[in-house]
């Protein structure tokens, strides 16, 4: 397929949109050519930072509400803030911004962990080691990366393990292992617990809807696991729950 007739597809792609014969003639013309994989990798930055933005600026209902209401009201001035006690009104000011501060550092950890699955998926090479066998890329890790992990024999599942290459998030090496399901690719990052990842994200309870991706997270004894796919919720439940039971 040529880059013009990709080009248009493009954002079908990254939404969805297109029937599983069209994403795999999609997914392997990317696989091999640099132009088109860096342009929906930018289309995919741009989807995520507007998406973030509509979060965060877009006016509620009550809102608009309380708006109209001033403009067809005479003016008056709030002193609510000003009647609270000085403690009072400095905690709440603290505790919002702490929250808040919690919700874009969680976020932005989410964007790069989503930029790790894209990158590999729009890199002319997948995996750095090829392999279906989990006996041979698990060891390729060793030396390569401070940890060991467990992998899940998939044989008899929905999932064939394809390989696996080597990532870093904020300055630490890790593991990225790449699972196929039918025509969908699924990202395992794996990293080791410490306290910089920690503050990097909280604990991520089933799949998170604030990306493009859908991605689940879990701790286990020493390790830090996270998902990364456009694959439905229960498919990655499923491979969640297989990694969990390989790595207690």
């Not at 392999?131 to 599942?157: A, C, M, Y």
């Not at 790449?178 to 604990?203: N, T, Y």
Request: proline share 4%; charged share 20%.
């Amino acid at each position: 397929m040529q880059c013009n007739s990709v080009a248009t597809m493009l954002g079908a792609y990254l939404d969805g949109e297109l029937l599983p014969d069209q994403t795999a003639v999609i997914q392997e013309h990317l696989g091999g050519c640099i132009q088109c994989s860096s342009e929906i990798a930018e289309m995919a930055r741009l989807q995520r930072s507007l998406r973030s933005a509509r979060g965060h600026f877009a006016p509620s209902a009550e809102f608009r509400r309380k708006v109209q209401k001033q403009m067809s009201s005479p003016k008056r001035r709030s002193w609510l803030i000003w009647s609270m006690p000085v403690g009072v009104a400095f905690a709440t000011i603290l505790l919002t911004a702490l929250v808040w501060t919690g919700h874009a550092r969680r976020s932005a950890a989410f964007a790069e962990l989503a930029d790790l699955h894209v990158n590999a998926l729009s890199s002319t090479n997948l995996v750095d080691v090829v392999s279906t066998d989990r006996h041979t890329v698990k060891p390729w890790f060793q030396g390569k990366i401070p940890f060991s992990f467990n992998l899940p024999e998939f044989s008899g599942t929905d999932y064939t393990l394809v390989g696996g290459r080597m990532v870093y998030f904020h300055q630490q090496p890790g593991a990225q292992l790449i699972v196929s399901m039918h025509q969908h690719k699924i990202s395992v990052l794996i990293f080791q617990r410490s306290v910089d990842l920690g503050r990097a994200f909280s604990e991520p309870a089933g799949v998170d809807r604030g990306t493009s991706f859908g991605i689940e997270g879990w701790q286990s004894q020493q390790l830090r696991f996270v998902i990364v796919s456009d694959a439905d919720p229960a498919g990655i439940d499923n491979l969640a729950r297989l990694l969990k039971l390989a790595n207690e």
